[in-house]
């Protein structure tokens, strides 16, 4: 069954605007929490990622928010642009499997000029 | 040049065959995985290695073979017991397995079953 929970599916936003992708997990052995990015017909690269003993983490104008006793965390992408245009998954590990990620279903973001 | 290489980026296989698909990394790395990726599932873990000789299953292993003979190399092969193969394949490494990091993919195998 799918461990992680991403929300929405798609996304649209206006240049300029925040996009926010919202995640949720059950399992509380999860401890490391990556963003990746993926374009069409590419191999998904890694943006950012978090580790629970902290509750946000910023670089440019992504920024990870994270909630360690509601189980979510959500990214936050300042002044969309269109290059950012993508699909956004979000993840989640632990050392019981080898650190294999569980990957949310992904959010299709298209960013409007 | 340091990445994940994948090959073939497009592979057509007819019912009944086995096809495998190639993986192979020069950056050192203990640990690769193996994912598959549909329209809208994200991406579902099949195989993952830590070592060379070692190798676990994941979520949807069922179909699936994998070696690892060489730190560099993890091959995937697609049995025919794969009920629906037709997906896209990736291939990751991260430098360890006894901490969380980056996960490095390679570009994928588009793998479509006629």
């Known amino acids: 069954q799918q461990q992680v929970k991403q929300s929405p599916q798609s996304l649209i936003v206006q240049k300029g605007g925040i996009s926010i992708i919202n995640c949720a997990y059950e399992?509380?052995?999860?401890?490391?929490f990556p963003w990746y990015q993926q374009f069409p017909g590419k191999g998904p690269a890694l943006l950012i990622a978090?580790?629970?003993?902290?509750s946000e983490k910023k670089e440019g104008r992504f920024t990870i928010s994270f909630n360690k006793s509601a189980k979510q965390f959500s990214l936050h992408i300042m002044d969309s642009q269109p290059g950012d245009s993508a699909t956004y998954f979000c993840?989640?590990?632990?050392?019981?499997?080898?650190?294999?990620?569980?990957f949310g279903k992904g959010t299709s973001l298209l960013v409007t000029p | 040049d340091g990445g994940i290489t994948q090959s073939p980026k497009y592979l057509f296989r007819k019912e009944g065959q086995n096809v495998t698909l190639s993986c192979e990394q020069n950056?050192?790395?203990?640990?690769m995985y193996w994912y598959r990726q549909d329209p809208g599932q994200g991406l579902r873990l099949i195989y993952y290695s830590q070592i060379v000789n070692d190798f676990q299953k994941g979520d949807i292993a069922e179909g699936y073979s994998v070696s690892r003979e060489k730190k560099e190399s993890f091959p995937l092969t697609v049995t025919s017991a794969q009920k629906n193969p037709t997906a896209f394949y990736l291939c990751?490494?991260?430098?360890?397995?006894?901490?969380?990091?980056?996960?490095?993919f390679g570009p994928g195998t588009r793998l479509t079953v006629l």
């Open positions: 950056l050192n790395h203990d640990a």
């Open positions: 399992n509380t052995a999860f401890d490391y």
């Open positions: 978090i580790r629970p003993d902290v």
């Open positions: 993840a989640a590990s632990e050392p019981n499997s080898g650190y294999a990620l569980n």
């Open positions: 990751a490494s991260s430098f360890s397995v006894t901490a969380a990091g980056t996960q490095y």
